[in-house]
């Protein structure tokens, strides 16, 4: 079993930052695929961002430039950096592990975190 803790969510005001993180812990994290998705109340999860096992980075076009992500298998976390924060990046955001499919389908991942918070002020 694995299991995935996010933090580092809050309030921020538009154009500010923030880096989420995620920690695994139970397997072997290095030969997971990481993903990032984000909700809001009545829509379906969407796809942020994705690093597989073998490093190759993928992002949406909406976050594209904006945000970061990375791994450090040494500690078992991801991480997501985000920068030029908009209002319209207000979500629950949730970390995934284990990429076994298309990356930015909430289908490929085996493993969810709780969600953090994130809330972008305008």
């Known amino acids: 079993q694995v299991q995935l803790v996010e933090s580092g969510g809050g309030l921020v005001q538009a154009g500010g930052s923030l880096r989420l993180s995620c920690a695994a812990s139970g397997r072997t994290f290095s030969n997971y695929g990481m993903g990032w998705f984000r909700q809001t109340p009545g829509k379906e999860r969407e796809f942020v961002a994705a690093?597989?096992?073998?490093?190759?980075?993928y992002y949406s076009d909406s976050v594209k430039g904006r945000f970061t992500i990375s791994r450090d298998n040494a500690k078992n976390t991801v991480y997501l950096q985000m920068n030029s924060l908009k209002p319209e990046d207000t979500a629950v955001y949730y970390c995934?592990?284990?990429?076994?499919?298309?990356?930015?389908?909430?289908?490929?991942?085996?493993?969810w975190g709780q969600g953090t918070q994130v809330t972008v002020s305008s």
């Open positions: 690093i597989t096992w073998t490093g190759n980075i």
């Open positions: 995934a592990g284990d990429l076994r499919g298309i990356y930015d389908s909430h289908l490929a991942y085996q493993y």
